[in-house]
């Protein structure tokens, strides 16, 4: 004699039970999400740390090589191909501040201070941090697509397979083509910016040259340009790292690749406004 199911087990689960089961989900989904930021972060600082150590014993150590042929492809690569587009989006944004800031300190009549703020601006935080986020996408994307297709097609295993360590052979020479090249690129950024505010200045608010170059040498100091550079070779160390830790934790095969490189510019972005802020919080409280 076949049992009759109970009213109960065709009865669905109650609100309660749902609301229960929808933040237990949740709240698992954002335990992965910190567990997979944390695991990230120290990923990247470990990597960071063997580059580090890499690097010191190409140095100081005669029995590893320093790799200086592609160190300098890659700064070609990296530097030199990002000029064009760097010029381009400091340029507009020289001209942009100067064109925003011009009505306020009208009122006040202060337009001759354009000068001022748009140099220390530009000095300080737009050409530092525009020039990391240019690079993050035209070269730090690329550098994730290239390791990652290496990993891929197993061509890092071929590596560790001859005894070459692929921090040594691939990493050192992309994170310090990086460092080097957008500290060059940030001071064409600071000087094309300010040119683009001066081209604004003298062409729609009728300031001459020699006053707004006057008033923007008066204006910056070396705490200014050493400030600005040194955020810019942490945020060229910054994106070659986050670049290579996913190139090289790339899995899934084509769509891998394509996923680690998107996660590369946002992590990239996202790092680099973080740092900035950090570091200008620290640099205003020590009066610098």
């Given at each position: 004699?076949?049992?009759?199911?109970?009213?109960?087990?065709?009865?669905?689960?109650?609100?309660?039970?749902?609301?229960?089961?929808?933040?237990?989900?949740?709240?698992?989904?954002?335990?992965?999400k910190a567990h997979d930021s944390?695991?990230?972060?120290?990923?990247?600082?470990?990597?960071?740390?063997?580059?580090?150590?890499?690097?010191?014993?190409?140095?100081?150590?005669?029995?590893?090589?320093?790799?200086?042929?592609?160190?300098?492809?890659?700064?070609?690569?990296?530097?030199?191909?990002?000029?064009?587009?760097?010029?381009?989006?400091?340029?507009f944004i020289g001209c942009i501040?100067?064109?925003?800031?011009?009505?306020?300190?009208?009122?006040?009549?202060?337009?001759?201070?354009?000068?001022?703020?748009?140099?220390?601006?530009?000095?300080?935080?737009?050409?530092?941090?525009?020039?990391?986020?240019?690079?993050?996408?035209?070269?730090?994307?690329?550098?994730?697509?290239?390791?990652?297709?290496?990993?891929?097609?197993?061509?890092?295993?071929?590596?560790?397979?001859?005894?070459?360590?692929?921090?040594?052979?691939?990493?050192?020479?992309?994170?310090?083509?990086?460092?080097?090249?957008?500290?060059?690129?940030?001071?064409?950024?600071?000087?094309?910016?300010?040119?683009?505010?001066?081209?604004?200045?003298?062409?729609?608010?009728?300031?001459?040259?020699?006053?707004?170059?006057?008033?923007?040498?008066?204006?910056?100091?070396?705490?200014?340009?050493?400030?600005?550079?040194?955020?810019?070779?942490?945020?060229?160390?910054?994106?070659?790292?986050?670049?290579?830790?996913?190139?090289?934790?790339?899995?899934?095969?084509?769509?891998?690749?394509?996923?680690?490189?998107?996660?590369?510019?946002?992590?990239?972005?996202?790092?680099?406004?973080?740092?900035?802020?950090?570091?200008?919080?620290?640099?205003?409280?020590?009066?610098?």
């Open positions: 004699m076949s049992e009759t199911p109970s009213a109960n087990s065709n009865r669905p689960p109650s609100l309660a039970v749902r609301t229960v089961s929808s933040i237990g989900e949740l709240a698992e989904h954002r335990i992965n944390v695991s990230s972060v120290g990923g990247i600082i470990l990597l960071l740390a063997q580059t580090l150590s890499w690097s010191w014993r190409s140095v100081f150590e005669s029995g590893v090589r320093l790799r200086k042929k592609a160190i300098i492809e890659q700064m070609v690569r990296i530097g030199v191909e990002s000029i064009a587009i760097v010029m381009i989006v400091q340029v501040l100067a064109l925003q800031i011009a009505p306020t300190l009208e009122k006040y009549g202060q337009i001759g201070k354009v000068a001022d703020i748009v140099a220390i601006a530009i000095v300080r935080e737009l050409g530092p941090m525009l020039t990391a986020i240019v690079l993050s996408g035209f070269a730090g994307a690329s550098i994730a697509a290239e390791i990652a297709a290496m990993v891929e097609s197993e061509e890092v295993k071929a590596l560790r397979a001859h005894a070459l360590d692929p921090i040594h052979f691939l990493i050192v020479p992309r994170f310090w083509a990086s460092v080097f090249m957008i500290v060059g690129l940030a001071v064409i950024a600071n000087v094309v910016g300010m040119c683009g505010g001066l081209l604004t200045a003298w062409g729609v608010l009728d300031i001459a040259p020699s006053a707004y170059l006057d008033a923007t040498q008066q204006a910056l100091v070396l705490p200014d340009l050493i400030t600005g550079l040194f955020k810019a070779a942490v945020f060229g160390g910054l994106v070659a790292m986050i670049a290579c830790y996913e190139g090289l934790n790339v899995r899934g095969g084509a769509a891998g690749v394509g996923r680690a490189t998107t996660v590369t510019v946002v992590k990239s972005i996202v790092a680099i406004i973080g740092t900035d802020a950090v570091f200008t919080a620290i640099f205003f409280t020590l009066g610098w």
